[in-house]
């Protein structure tokens, strides 16, 4: 084929392939996409309380919504703050850049003021995720974060699939009986258990000889769901105590792997489906406003956040809430 041909075939192909990839409903050129996660979150808060007061709504990351500006020099919007009862938040003192690698300072300020404007307007609880391995950058983070008033964990695998052996004393470990988020002083986040743990009660075993506050964990073990048996193990601290369990959702990208997954979807997928995350294979990014995405994770007895609050679980840990970012 000649060049000039060759060349003008190719434009043709590209134009028919992203023709034929076009979402048939576009978004309007005035959509505002942080407003459109409060109010996600705030519905889902909404929902989850009037069924149980108790139960814990946890933003992770996307910490601007708590700014009316979305920027450090806002005001507090006082709406979203008080529809969460924490923030979580990654890589706050190391992590951010590389794992093991202090976070610049100009971040850490960056994101602490949003934090701190959060804590300061409302009833919320900061909940850091690190993510460091060398002993002494641990007892950093966990000093650090401290001395903010923040609770953290010193994660020392990024894919959250262990409990890591140091510190051998959980940090601010104690035996109280946790009711609340606020009562909490520590924590686990372990989502990945079927990397490390070669049965569902073998994991379930590992967590109930701890004593954290509380556990950021999945719905699922290798796609099987927990039994009321071992939920209530969990509950339970090594040294007698009770915790919180806190389940992880992703609400601003839809996986694959999950039950609500519908294998026509590649084929035709719904108009709340968007492009796939180039980072993390089969998780694909949401037009999370639309809502269909909506009825998949809360308002019916069908819904994700209805399984998780059947379950047992006392909270819900939001993932995926700074998808705003990608759309912007």
Not at 36 to 42: A, D, I, P, S, Y
Not at 53 to 78: C, H, K, M, R, Y
Not at 299 to 308: E, H, Q
Request: aromatic share 14%; net charge negative.
């Amino acid at each position: 084929m000649k060049t000039k041909n060759r060349t003008v075939f190719l434009l043709a192909l590209i134009m028919i392939i992203s023709a034929c990839n076009k979402n048939d409903n576009p978004i309007p050129e005035d959509m505002d996409f942080k407003q459109e996660m409060r109010n996600f979150v705030q519905e889902i808060s909404s929902y989850s309380k009037n069924i149980n007061s108790n139960f814990a709504i946890i933003p992770q990351n996307g910490a601007e919504l708590v700014s009316t500006t979305g920027d450090d020099t806002g005001s507090a919007e006082t709406t979203y703050i008080n529809a969460i009862d924490g923030i979580g938040q990654e890589s706050l003192f190391f992590g951010y850049s590389a794992d093991d690698k202090a976070t610049p300072d100009e971040m850490i300020d960056w994101t602490g003021n949003f934090l701190d404007m959060a804590k300061n307007n409302g009833t919320v609880k900061i909940i850091v995720t690190d993510y460091c391995s060398t002993q002494s950058k641990m007892d950093d983070s966990f000093s650090e974060n401290n001395a903010k008033d923040y609770i953290s964990f010193a994660a020392n695998h990024r894919a959250l699939d262990n409990i890591p052996s140091y510190p051998t004393q959980i940090y601010n470990e104690n035996s109280d009986e946790i009711t609340n988020l606020q009562d909490a002083k520590n924590f686990l986040y372990l989502i990945n258990p079927d990397n490390e743990y070669a049965s569902k009660q073998e994991f379930v075993d590992a967590v109930a000889n701890t004593n954290y506050d509380f556990i950021i964990m999945d719905f699922f073990y290798a796609n099987e769901e927990f039994t009321a048996t071992q939920i209530e193990q969990l509950k339970q601290k090594a040294n007698g105590g009770k915790r919180l369990l806190i389940c992880y959702m992703s609400v601003g990208e839809a996986e694959d792997y999950r039950y609500y997954w519908n294998n026509d979807w590649s084929k035709k997928p719904p108009v709340w489906l968007d492009e796939e995350n180039t980072s993390w294979a089969g998780n694909y990014k949401v037009r999370y406003w639309e809502q269909d995405w909506k009825d998949i994770i809360y308002g019916n007895d069908n819904s994700y956040l209805k399984k998780i609050i059947d379950a047992g679980f006392d909270g819900v840990y939001l993932d995926i809430i700074d998808a705003f970012e990608h759309f912007e």
